[in-house]
């Protein structure tokens, strides 16, 4: 995935979300008898505004995927508002996070921004959850006067921010876990300008022997994986390459987790339920398992993984 400018032939696929209620209803205002001409009259202005960046976002092929902008951006108070849209058919792949974590990189390390502020209708939960899944939030008090002022037609938005030095493609590692599964260091030494060296050893850095070290690599972008859940197997998993995102649930809970680091991994020692996102193409997941390949120790149907964890979370609780 990648950003680039606007370009006039975005305005076709532009309105292609304009037209899709399930995009357009989140937003503020009303688009749906937007034209061709609207949309390139929004690029046009878009690329010359003062005070605004507007970036498209698409897939490594190219194809238009949505737009990302800073609006409203004061210098002297060094704030601004974020906006981002995604076309429907591109929604959970991964493309709305690294928007958001590409324009506020852009926002505090190329503008000197302090503070990013946005908000969302209350209606929109899917944006809302995305973001506070993230790990941003914001109480309404937190909001400068000028900035709110905007919105006061809006009913209720729920806001949020991002503050420079905030490690937002962090937030959620700083939660120590995703679904029960801790999120672990991998000791790492750095070397002079010759990049670093990752490395873990069985029973001591990690809570098993290692058995078994497979890895995967080779996978188109957005391609997913996974969909099972292993009964004993204990595993390592880290991304030494590229960008994955790591969805896992267990009896309770559905989170997710994106590994890009090399000294991050995830350890899922308990039965939980899998998936893999490829972020970008050729990423390589790597894994350190307990034991040999057996697939009897797989549960592929997911309604079997639930009552598997149910019964056992039961079990605890007794
Ligand atoms: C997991 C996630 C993260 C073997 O023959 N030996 C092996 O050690 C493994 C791991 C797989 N295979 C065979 C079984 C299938 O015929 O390789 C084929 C692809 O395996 P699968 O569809 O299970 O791949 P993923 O990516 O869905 O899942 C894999 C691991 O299987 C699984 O344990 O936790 O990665």
Not at 236 to 241: A, I, N, V
Request: hydrophobic share 40%.
């Amino acid at each position: 995935m990648q950003w680039r400018d606007l370009d006039k032939t975005d305005a076709r696929p532009m309105l292609d979300w304009l037209s899709d209620e399930a995009v357009t209803a989140g937003l503020s205002g009303s688009y749906t008898t937007a034209t061709l001409q609207d949309a390139e009259a929004f690029l046009c202005q878009a690329r010359e505004a003062a005070a605004e960046v507007h970036k498209a976002i698409v897939t490594d092929e190219g194809e238009y995927v949505g737009m990302v902008s800073l609006r409203h951006i004061n210098e002297p108070e060094e704030t601004a508002e974020l906006a981002i849209v995604v076309r429907s058919e591109f929604f959970g792949r991964g493309y709305a996070w690294f928007g958001v974590v590409s324009m506020l990189k852009y926002a505090f390390e190329q503008l000197d921004m302090h503070s990013v502020y946005w908000c969302i209708k209350p209606e929109n939960q899917r944006a809302i959850h995305f973001f506070e899944k993230h790990g941003f939030n914001s109480p309404d008090s937190d909001i400068p006067a000028i900035i709110k002022q905007r919105h006061c037609s809006e009913n209720d938005p729920v806001w949020f921010v991002a503050i420079r030095g905030d490690d937002f493609e962090n937030k959620l590692l700083s939660k120590g876990a995703v679904a029960g599964c801790p999120i672990v260091r991998i000791k790492t030494i750095p070397t002079v300008e010759a990049g670093e060296l990752s490395f873990f050893e069985g029973g001591k850095d990690i809570p098993f022997d290692i058995k078994r070290i497979y890895y995967i690599s080779k996978v188109p972008e957005g391609i997913r994986r996974g969909f099972h859940a292993h009964r004993n197997l204990k595993q390592l998993l880290f991304c030494p390459y590229g960008k994955i995102q790591l969805i896992l649930e267990n009896a309770s809970v559905r989170e997710e987790v994106e590994l890009s680091d090399p000294s991050v991994g995830v350890l899922i020692t308990e039965p939980t339920w899998r998936e893999m996102l490829w972020l970008q193409k050729d990423s390589v997941l790597c894994v350190a398992a307990s034991d040999y390949y057996d697939p009897a120790d797989y549960i592929r149907d997911y309604a079997e993984f639930k009552g598997y964890v149910a019964k056992d979370s039961k079990q605890q609780t007794l």
